[in-house]
């Protein structure tokens, strides 16, 4: 963010990011009408871009654990959704174009729903099998396209390179490559 002013940000490529490292100032949630978004997943992405774009001043507490995180059976982490960010990607849009800030932010949302595209594809890998698979895998590429926007590019920077290394394949309409690495990695975990 170009607004404010960021204290620390350790480069490491080890510290945790997400909800584990936000400390936020109930002031700047109140003045602003900051709320998490009614979506099982995905939840915080609104969130957090709009805590990011209001703040003047921006810090990371240290690298130390903070909480010990668990992930029940039950838990909405383990929703077996094929699509888990589509919805808070739209969402994210609709916000950008009410606050007039889609023009300066179109790229990055770009960026989010290449990744949403890589999760989802990702999921479906798991979910289904045979004909099915490939069926949901052409339909969440179809609506990637008709989503992204065509006449923006895409900060490539906001994005994991996990999701990054497949934007080319999204592009052309592939998703095997993804399967594979989804089915391989199934393999190994």
Known sequence: MDKGQIDSFPDDGKSPVGGVRKAVSLRLLKENNIEYTL???GEEALY???ILYAADRIGFLDEKPVYFYVNH???QSKIKSSDPWGGAVECLKEYLQ???LYEKFADTLNAF???AAVVSLDRIARLYKGETCRKNAKVRICRFHMLYDKERG???DSMSYKAKIFVPFLMKGQYRLI???SWL????T
């Open 39 to 41: 979506h099982s997943i």
């Open 48 to 50: 957090s871009f709009r």
């Open 73 to 75: 059976e039950g838990s």
């Open 98 to 100: 009410e606050n007039g």
């Open 113 to 115: 729903r290449a990744t």
């Open 154 to 156: 895409i900060d490539l």
């Open 179 to 181: 399967f594979l690495c």
């Open 185 to 188: 990695k199934s393999l190994i």
